[in-house]
T-cell receptor, first 108, second 116 residues
Framework: KNEVEQSPQNLTAQEGEFITINCSYS?????LHWLQQHPGGGIVSLFM???GKKKHGRLIATINIQEKHSSLHITASHPRDSAVYIC??????????FGTGTRLTIIP | GAVVSQHPSRVICKSGTSVKIECRSL??????MFWYRQFPKQSLMLMAT?????????EQGVEKDKFLINHASLTLSTLTVTSAHPEDSSFYIC????????????FGSGTRLTVV
């Protein structure tokens, strides 16, 4: 069993829909990251969380430390949001352990 | 913001040759650089952690003589795939630890290596 599980693996939605991607982890962590990987492969950091909730534009990330669960929400989704979204957890000081990603496709 | 420049973005090489991938931190000092490998539709796998001026720490199962990592300066880390084989074909990406940013890590744009 992977230490970091994401769901769903694939998600297709219509433009404008509210999107939720979930991440569950099984180990104690010092921080959780949400990353966005575009088709060309480049990765952009979206959020780093250790508690609570963060918002950036149409993106919202929440984390529940007790339940070892985090969610990434996208409001008013747009085709340009189509990408792979990756959850990663930091265990200890440095290393990140990655989920397998959620492939999001937004249809115009 | 913090930027890590990774080159080349794509490379095709013949079996048996070596390929060098560079990652440069453009506006900050990257004392620690992480090198990852990603197979299609799989998650990133950490290959090694390099610290400026010292030997890299390799993850279990990663051949250090095959994947040479050099972190000679605070702004440059290189990964050399030696005697490349077709099974080395993959997506390689670096990430620098940058405590100044809100995210803690800045990723390069990745290198897609194809060995023919």
């Amino acid at each position: 069993k992977n230490e970091v599980e994401q769901s769903p693996q694939n998600l297709t939605a219509q433009e404008g829909e509210f999107i939720t991607i979930n991440c569950s982890y099984s180990v104690g962590i010092s921080a959780l990251h949400w990353l966005q990987q575009h088709p060309g492969g480049g990765i952009v950091s979206l959020f780093m969380l250790s508690s609570g909730k963060k918002k950036h534009g149409r993106l919202i990330a929440t984390i529940n430390i007790q339940e070892k669960h985090s969610s990434l929400h996208i409001t008013a989704s747009h085709p340009r949001d189509s990408a792979v979204y990756i959850c990663a957890v930091k265990v200890g000081n440095e290393k990140l352990t990655f989920g397998t990603g959620t492939r999001l496709t937004i249809i115009p | 913001g913090a930027v890590v420049s990774q080159h080349p973005s794509r490379v095709i090489c013949k079996s048996g040759t070596s390929v060098k991938i560079e990652c440069r931190s453009l506006d900050f000092q990257a004392t620690t650089m992480f090198w990852y490998r990603q197979f299609p539709k799989q998650s990133l796998m950490l290959m090694a952690t390099s610290n400026e001026g010292s030997k890299a720490t390799y993850e279990q199962g990663v051949e250090k003589d095959k994947f040479l990592i050099n972190h000679a300066s605070l702004t440059l880390s290189t990964l050399t795939v030696t005697s490349a084989h077709p099974e080395d074909s993959s997506f390689y990406i670096c990430s620098a630890r940058d405590a100044r940013t809100a995210y803690g890590y800045t990723f390069g744009s990745g290198t897609r290596l194809t060995v023919v």
